[in-house]
């Protein structure tokens, strides 16, 4: 259905070639390949079967900025939905909060990561809390609406305004000017971008979509809902799709309604959307308030200032209120609370002038391996998290504790009697890890000493003399890396698994006292976890 003053789009062909153009234009800025590939990586992760989790975290991992911010929001209230403790690994994040989660605030922290450093910053800010507090909306609003999947419910929101969103971004000379037609003409801004751009907001924001990687289910949810009431439908993209348009409409009405004319405003838009979200203007104050709380958590998070946005001084006028009845307290006040209740330890930016592994003091060392030893005792005590999930927080806490370029866990294949490579940390680490594939029964070189000695060892260089012999041949043959550490995993005499970890050149590798006392107490609980689970 179009709108009266809505024109048609150019058909097929023609409207491709307008959104290629756009695309193209786009790609020339500087980071909007960057943010591109952050988000298209994502979605592959998302969509793969195989080591999704571990894939996942290696690539939060990667940037140091977006692991900060994802774990403060992990352990606000918001996130925290469950007991024991603060969360201080990627991997115990995805443990308690589920993939999905993880995924959607990784997303939503690229997208602002990678926005918020325009010229028309403040502008561009006030867009994104707009969307941001839609996805909040939709989240809190999906089991009313039968949306199954909460944090797709999210996204779908979030990427409701995609088109007009990045516009503002990377056209901002035609957002511009389509913004000032819109308001000087009284036209719906669908008509008006199709005749600035050539295609509308939203053809642009699903072409962007598809191009990131969202699945299809996702891209079909971005369409404008037609004028008029919306009907109730049993299928899952209009179901998602109704609840992306009624939380943007909120947003909208919000933004644009007279105090006085509040009441009017939301008794309309319940009516519309009353068939596919059924929610009453009492009900949706609850919702509303919890959206305004949950916002002002992320705003922390990311340093925004939400006093300083027109739409959340009006949204927080909203939150907690029926049409009828005066707020209990001032809603602003949401603003200022501080609501990091337990906060992630911030791990240091500073980088080597060997390579650009971030180093830290050995109180930063110390303090990020006693959080991760914390996550992983909080998760043993937990029936329901598995042995794999366990052993990935420990692994991590290694990896990011000591800034290791690689941390890699191997189990002993006992058909076989070798110790082969499973899972770990670092750039292209499954690869390193299928490289560790050796026998039990071989030579005496470093690796079976370690295993038959239960002997932590460090080798500081493999090319010193007096250890280069004892260097096996596979080692060398396929990793890089000239320093390395060892944590063999025995449990009841016998050696069942192998944790390594190097960096890149001869010396690199330095283990303070107290910090190597963490790392065996992170083995130790390896070997815990590991003889529960036998």
Known sequence: ?????????????????????????????????????????????????????????????????????????????????????????????????????????????????????????????????????????????????????????????????????????????????????????????????????????????????????????????????????????????????????????????????????????????????????????????????????????FARVVNVNLKHSDFARQASKWAGMTAAAPPAQDAMAVLDANVLHQHAPTIALAAADTGGTPQRTPEEIQSILASGLQDVGNSLIDDAISINDILRMILEAMYTGMGFEHVVLCIKDGRRNTMSGKFGFGDNVQNLAEAFDFSLAGQPDVFLVALQNNADILISDIDDPKIATRIPAWYRQHVAARTFVLFPVVVKGKPVGLIYADRPHPGDITIPEKALSLLKSLRNQAVLAIRQSL
């Open 1 to 297: 259905m179009t709108r009266r003053d809505e024109q048609a789009e150019p058909a097929g062909d023609a409207r491709q070639g307008t959104l290629d153009i756009l695309l193209r234009r786009m790609q020339a800025e500087s980071d909007f390949p960057a943010l591109s590939e952050a988000i298209g990586d994502i979605n592959r992760i998302a969509s793969s079967d195989r080591e999704g989790v571990n894939q996942l975290s290696n690539h939060i991992l990667r940037d140091f900025a977006l692991t900060n911010k994802l774990l403060k929001l992990a352990n606000v209230a918001f996130y925290n939905q469950v007991g024991g403790g603060s969360i201080s690994t990627i991997s115990r994040a995805v443990v308690i909060l589920g993939f999905d989660a993880v995924r959607s605030i990784a997303l939503s922290l690229i997208l602002f990561d990678n926005l918020e450093n325009k010229a028309h910053a403040q502008q561009l800010k006030e867009e994104f809390v707009k969307v941001l507090y839609a996805g909040m909306l939709a989240r809190e609003l999906a089991g009313r609406a039968q949306v199954k999947d909460v944090e797709e419910a999210f996204i779908g929101a979030m990427l409701h305004k995609l088109g007009r969103m990045l516009a503002m971004f990377y056209l901002p000379e035609e957002a511009a000017v389509i913004r000032q037609r819109v308001e000087a003409e009284g036209a719906s801004d669908a008509r008006i971008s199709i005749e600035v751009l050539g295609v509308s907001f939203e053809s642009l924001g699903i072409g962007i979509a598809r191009s990131w990687g969202f699945p299809e289910q996702l891209v079909q949810s971005m369409k404008a809902l037609p004028d008029g009431k919306v009907r109730k439908s049993a299928s899952t993209v209009e179901r998602l799709r109704a609840l992306a348009g009624f939380s943007n409409a909120l947003c909208e009405v919000i933004l644009e309604t007279p105090d006085a004319d509040r009441g009017k405003a939301l008794a309309s838009l319940t009516a519309r959307f009353g068939d596919t979200v059924p929610v009453t203007a009492e009900q949706l104050s609850g919702v509303m308030e919890k959206s305004m709380q949950d916002i002002a958590q």
